[in-house]
């Protein structure tokens, strides 16, 4: 049995505690209600921005990792890898969270 949060949830309890720490937090792409696949794209004033996805652990434990990291010189490539993640799987949701510390956020999510 599976005793993962579904989506919604997750995602909800994520947009609230950045709301709540000063941040801000941003749906970019609504997925499968119940199981569907999490992306995180972090960012500070659009610095630091990072894109984080759930990863199955040699433990059999799924957490979050970065997958992608934007480089400053070529915005560019960072958003077209995420169009391209968000095609191949329209049933996955996309949150963006802006704060500083964010990945705070991200490593304490549905581990």
Not at 80 to 104: M, N, Q, T
Request: proline letters at 4%.
């Amino acid at each position: 049995m599976d005793a993962r949060l579904p989506a919604h949830v997750e995602i909800s309890g994520l947009i609230r505690a950045v709301e709540t720490a000063g941040g801000f937090a941003m749906v970019l792409q609504k997925g499968e209600r119940d199981a569907g696949v999490i992306l995180v794209i972090t960012t500070s004033s659009g610095k630091n921005t990072r894109l984080w996805e759930r990863m199955p652990q040699l433990d059999g434990s799924r957490r979050f990792v970065v997958t992608r990291e934007q480089d400053p010189e070529n915005v560019r490539e960072f958003d077209d890898y995420v169009g391209r993640r968000k095609a191949s799987d329209p049933d996955c949701w996309v949150v963006e969270l802006d704060i500083d510390g964010a990945e705070r956020f991200v490593e304490t999510s549905g581990t």
